[in-house]
């Protein structure tokens, strides 16, 4: 995630993300076959798009807690913890 913004605005992003993608040992092969599974990457986008008109996702991390409560952003594990407390989890 810390790369985001290099990858999503190369002038080729596929080929950038590629890149890190190596780095974390995907091969090449692998990565082309993910990349080309248009199920799979329907699915995301269905998942995406419910999370943000059920829930107002619209960042990460997020984590919605038993479909009532919703934890988003970047928050240190201690606030996680008091938050994930404070609801009674």
Do not use: C
Request: glycine residues 4%; without cysteine; charged residues 25%.
């Amino acid at each position: 995630m810390s790369q985001h913004k290099q990858w999503v605005r190369a002038e080729d992003p596929l080929a950038a993300l590629m890149k890190i993608a190596r780095l974390a040992g995907i091969s090449e092969a692998e990565f082309n076959k993910t990349m080309s599974n248009r199920t799979l990457l329907e699915k995301l986008v269905e998942m995406r798009q419910i999370a943000l008109d059920d829930w107002n996702v619209s960042s990460t991390p997020s984590f919605v807690i038993n479909e009532d409560k919703v934890l988003a952003g970047n928050m240190n594990y201690e606030k996680f913890v008091e938050e994930i407390n404070a609801y009674g989890a």
